[in-house]
């Protein structure tokens, strides 16, 4: 079931919802059903591993005691 943020057109309450397939989201504060479906931002999941080496250089330009492709980040 995919979160969507909405704003009401009615009283303009700003909110995030779980939506299924069958339902039609409304207003937690009016209860309206007149919506604007705001672009969403999303995160994913990463290893801290992926997060570390997304800065830094090709393989061979750390200076990793065990050689080129050694360490644990390229």
């Known amino acids: ?28 504060g009016c209860h309206s059903v007149d919506l604007e479906k705001k672009l969403s931002v999303f995160a994913t999941a990463g290893s801290t591993a992926e997060a570390a080496s997304a800065g830094a250089g090709a393989c061979g330009s750390c200076p990793h005691a065990g050689g080129p492709g050694a360490c644990a980040l390229h």
Do not use: H, K, W
């Not at 979160?3 to 299924?20: D, H, S, W």
């Open 1 to 28: 079931m995919p979160i969507y943020e909405y704003a009401c057109r009615n009283c303009g309450q700003e909110f995030e919802t779980l939506v299924r397939s069958d339902t039609v989201p409304d207003c937690p």
